[in-house]
């Protein structure tokens, strides 16, 4: 099969954009530049009892991301540094005697304003979740939600996907809500107005998938003002949402199309299988975040290398610092 195209299959220049070699530190350092004139801070380390988690905060705070206050069993944590290699001289550490006084503890110390961040160790996500949302004073009457910033080799720019780890089937004010700290994040990333593709299986609205007629209300929230900051189109279907040749033969005539900024999933079994196949089967390199509490929580998996944890740290890090401005403002 020939790889030149043929001379009939009209290609937008973002795709042929696409197609320059994928260059992942380059990317990895722009991201980097989005938070070089930012301070460290104060960031609860909760229960990184494995060298992933233990290095991975580390690193982030030789660049300059966060003050890691490391919150597990102290013996054990000692252990696991020398067996890997990493000095802990210097660094603040709170002895808790398990994974469940870890979360605990973190979400204490951010209710009482001693730590602007969290990130998340060698624990479950939902045993971190659940000690944030027992803490009245993190709540901000927003619904809680992930999101993941993803460098694509075969897409011109980054691409947000939500929800992909903590809402399993949300409703549709649920996905209001998980739309609105999309947009709110995708302005702190410089992106002013996002587009905001709101996938299902198909781009009609079909009364046998719910996923398209939430689409279709969610636009309308939009199109109310309900919902600000950004364009919504919705339902898309995956292709259509990233490639403005599928879009075209389609006949979808929207800006959002073919050049999606965030894309909101129905569902978290459909985002979780999106997320990995992008990382697994595409090449592409990813970063996490909880978002909608008071303070943001770098989100990282077992699998996830330095770099990405890195990259996450400095998302939490960039909320982090919008959340004292507002607080300032507030003040």
Do not use: W
Request: hydrophobic share 50%; aromatic share 4%; proline share 6%.
């Amino acid at each position: 099969m020939s790889n030149k195209l043929d001379s009939t299959d009209k290609v937008n220049d973002d795709e042929i954009a696409a197609l320059k070699p994928f260059d992942a530190e380059a990317r990895f350092k722009d991201l980097l530049a989005l938070s070089a004139s930012l301070p460290s801070l104060r960031c609860a380390v909760v229960h990184p009892c494995d060298a992933g988690s233990l290095s991975g905060a580390l690193a982030a705070a030789a660049h300059g991301l966060i003050l890691p206050v490391l919150i597990g069993p102290e013996t054990r944590l000692c252990r696991l540094a020398a067996e890997a290699g990493i000095d802990l001289t210097g660094i603040e550490i709170i002895a808790v005697p398990h994974s469940h006084a870890a979360a605990e503890m973190a979400a204490l110390l951010a209710a009482r304003g001693e730590v602007e961040m969290m990130m998340k160790g060698s624990l479950h996500t939902d045993e971190l979740i659940q000690a944030v949302l027992a803490q009245p004073g993190l709540r901000t009457g927003r619904r809680m939600s992930h999101l993941f910033r993803f460098d694509v080799p075969l897409y011109p720019k980054p691409l947000l996907i939500t929800d992909a780890a903590l809402n399993i089937r949300p409703n549709l004010l649920e996905k209001a809500d998980i739309i609105r700290n999309a947009i709110d994040f995708a302005h702190l990333l410089g992106v002013k107005y996002p587009k905001v593709a709101i996938l299902s299986a198909v781009e009609t609205i079909n009364p046998d998938l719910p996923s398209t007629l939430d689409a279709a209300a969610l636009c309308k929230m939009a199109d109310r003002g309900q919902i600000t900051g950004g364009m919504l189109e919705g339902p898309l279907a995956f292709d259509n949402a990233v490639s403005f040749r599928a879009a075209k033969i389609k006949h979808i005539q929207s800006p959002v199309a073919g050049a999606a900024d965030i894309l909101v999933v129905p569902d978290l079994e459909s985002g979780n299988m999106l997320a990995k196949q992008l990382e697994y089967l595409a090449g592409a390199s990813c970063a996490g975040l909880v978002l909608g509490a008071k303070i943001p929580i770098a989100l990282t998996s077992r699998a996830d290398g330095p770099l990405n944890r890195v990259a996450s740290a400095l998302l939490a890090h960039l909320a982090a610092h919008k959340a004292r401005r507002d607080r300032s403002r507030q003040a």
